[in-house]
């Protein structure tokens, strides 16, 4: 791997002060009217597909569905890490199924999506961490579909053979979730680390600088302003082009609590900045998640 940058803060446990619990009026919309969000639902059910959507009880689902798009998490519906803030359920994953590619492509195809985001479950089972599944996955889509693909992917322990093979499957987006500041990471990330996210991304945009890198951060945990702007100086030395902020919602009591709701004016503000540091795109707000409206990030 690339040559690790320092990091700036150090690890501690995270100590949040009193939770908030009540939602502030600009975290709260009505749902969206039609039938669209049935079709993708039973679409998806129908061809037995799981999705990050329903996963990660992500509030932005009856949008989406109702747009006729969805982000689809490959390779089961159980993780092998004990991430803090997901509702993904962790365990022993089920072996991988052969014809999901297919089952993806046919989804998106019908779907008629012109991008499609293929994210997964950390598979630390697999000995490529599900390197080559993705790469089915892609070319699958991309054959069915013709759609710009952007992969959603995990850290893969660092393995560099690993990410070469996803990158062979030239998706337009390579995304890799920062998260969120060093700081919070042994709590919030389980067994992932901050530099090793940084080096993905680092080695990625060296590896292949034609394809677009992206990653997001969720806010809203506890973190400081100079942690934050730390974080964004560190993303944007790898050469990453493209930044999401949104606001972290804690998925249930057991999961790490939110200690503040950013306004939807501090996100603006915080767009501004990152537009600053060089990032080609940014879509910061208090909905805004990695694969929101994912198609206007790019093009």
């Given at each position: 791997?690339?040559?690790?940058?320092?990091?700036?803060?150090?690890?501690?446990?995270f100590?949040?002060s009193?939770?908030v619990?009540?939602?502030?009026?600009?975290?709260?919309r009505?749902?969206?009217?039609?039938?669209?969000?049935?079709?993708?639902?039973?679409?998806?059910?129908?061809?037995?597909?799981?999705?990050?959507?329903?996963?990660?009880?992500?509030?932005?689902?009856?949008?989406?569905?109702?747009?006729?798009?969805?982000?689809?998490?490959?390779?089961?519906?159980?993780?092998?890490?004990?991430?803090?803030?997901?509702?993904?359920?962790?365990?022993?994953?089920?072996?991988?199924?052969?014809?999901?590619?297919?089952?993806?492509a046919?989804?998106?195809?019908?779907?008629?999506?012109?991008?499609?985001?293929?994210?997964?479950?950390?598979?630390?089972?697999?000995?490529d961490?599900?390197?080559?599944?993705?790469?089915?996955?892609?070319?699958?889509?991309?054959?069915?579909?013709?759609?710009?693909?952007?992969?959603?992917?995990?850290?893969?322990?660092?393995?560099?053979?690993?990410?070469?093979?996803?990158?062979?499957?030239?998706?337009?987006?390579?995304?890799?979730?920062?998260?969120?500041?060093?700081?919070?990471?042994?709590?919030?990330?389980?067994?992932?680390?901050?530099?090793?996210?940084?080096?993905?991304?680092?080695?990625?945009?060296?590896?292949?600088?034609?394809?677009?890198?992206?990653?997001?951060?969720?806010?809203?945990?506890?973190?400081?302003?100079?942690?934050?702007?730390?974080?964004?100086?560190?993303?944007?030395?790898?050469?990453?082009?493209?930044?999401?902020?949104?606001?972290?919602?804690?998925?249930?009591?057991?999961?790490?609590?939110?200690?503040?709701?950013?306004?939807?004016?501090?996100?603006?503000?915080?767009?501004?900045?990152?537009?600053?540091?060089?990032?080609?795109?940014?879509?910061?707000?208090?909905?805004?998640?990695?694969?929101?409206?994912?198609?206007?990030?790019?093009?």
């Open positions: 791997m690339m040559q690790a940058l320092p990091m700036l803060v150090n690890e501690a446990e100590e949040p009193t939770p619990r009540r939602l502030p009026a600009w975290l709260k009505p749902l969206p009217a039609g039938n669209e969000n049935f079709f993708t639902n039973n679409l998806l059910k129908e061809l037995g597909l799981e999705t990050v959507c329903e996963n990660a009880r992500c509030p932005n689902r009856p949008e989406c569905y109702s747009r006729r798009t969805a982000t689809f998490m490959i390779m089961g519906n159980i993780c092998t890490r004990p991430c803090g803030f997901c509702s993904v359920p962790r365990g022993e994953p089920d072996p991988l199924e052969i014809d999901e590619p297919q089952r993806v046919e989804a998106a195809h019908r779907l008629g999506l012109k991008h499609v985001v293929i994210t997964s479950v950390t598979r630390d089972d697999l000995p961490g599900g390197a080559d599944h993705f790469y089915r996955c892609v070319l699958a889509v991309r054959e069915r579909t013709g759609a710009v693909v952007e992969v959603l992917t995990p850290d893969f322990l660092g393995d560099v053979g690993a990410i070469d093979r996803v990158i062979e499957s030239q998706p337009e987006v390579f995304n890799h979730n920062t998260e969120t500041v060093p700081r919070f990471y042994k709590k919030v990330r389980g067994r992932a680390e901050y530099q090793r996210s940084l080096d993905l991304l680092r080695y990625v945009k060296r590896r292949a600088p034609h394809l677009t890198t992206k990653t997001g951060l969720m806010l809203g945990l506890g973190e400081t302003r100079e942690e934050l702007l730390d974080v964004l100086g560190d993303i944007r030395r790898t050469g990453c082009d493209v930044l999401t902020l949104g606001q972290y919602l804690t998925p249930t009591l057991k999961h790490v609590p939110v200690v503040r709701y950013l306004p939807p004016e501090e996100f603006d503000e915080l767009a501004v900045l990152a537009r600053s540091l060089g990032f080609q795109q940014v879509a910061s707000g208090p909905f805004v998640r990695s694969s929101y409206h994912a198609d206007e990030m790019v093009g």
